[in-house]
C-alpha cells in the first residue's frame, strides 16, 4: 500500500504563504486531495486534483490556494497564499485506492491518508 508523508507546515502570519508537499512513497496515478481540521471542528476538504490534472477547490480557498502535482506524480502541492487565521489547522493530503476519473474532496473514496502537517497563522 502507497503511503503519503506531509510537511511544509510550520506558523505564518496573516498575508503570508506556505507550500505543503505531499510525498507518496511510490508513483501514484489517484485521485488526490488535501483536507484540514481545525481544533473542535471537523475535517473538510479543500481540493482535489485526478490523473488528469482536473482540479476542484472548496469556496473558502478558491483563489488563493493552489493543488499541483510534479511531472513524476510522487508529489502533490498545496500552495497557501494569502493566508487567514481561520486557515490554522493541521493538514492532511490523501489518495483514492486506485483510480480517479470522477474525484472531489467530497467523495467518500479516499482510503490512504497522510500523518499530517499543522498550520498556524497569527493575526
Known amino acids: 500500500q502507497v503511503q503519503l508523508v506531509e510537511s511544509g507546515g510550520g506558523s505564518e502570519q496573516a498575508g503570508g504563504s506556505l507550500r505543503l508537499s505531499c510525498k507518496a512513497s511510490?508513483?501514484?496515478?489517484?485521485?488526490m486531495a488535501w483536507f484540514r481540521q481545525a481544533p473542535g471542528k471537523q475535517r473538510e476538504g479543500i481540493a482535489s486534483?485526478?490523473?488528469?490534472?482536473?482540479?476542484t477547490y472548496e469556496e473558502s480557498v478558491k483563489g488563493r490556494f493552489t493543488i499541483s502535482q510534479d511531472s513524476s506524480k510522487i508529489t502533490t502541492y498545496l500552495q497557501m497564499n494569502s493566508l487567514k487565521p481561520e486557515d490554522s489547522g493541521m493538514y492532511y493530503c490523501?489518495?483514492?485506492?486506485?483510480?480517479?476519473?470522477?474525484?472531489?474532496?467530497?467523495?467518500?473514496?479516499?482510503?490512504?491518508w497522510g500523518q499530517g502537517t499543522q498550520v498556524t497563522v497569527s493575526s
Open positions: 490523501a489518495a483514492y485506492s486506485a483510480g480517479g476519473g470522477y474525484c472531489n474532496y467530497n467523495s467518500p473514496y479516499f482510503t490512504v
Open positions: 511510490d508513483y501514484i496515478n489517484r485521485c
Open positions: 486534483i485526478n490523473p488528469y490534472g482536473n482540479i
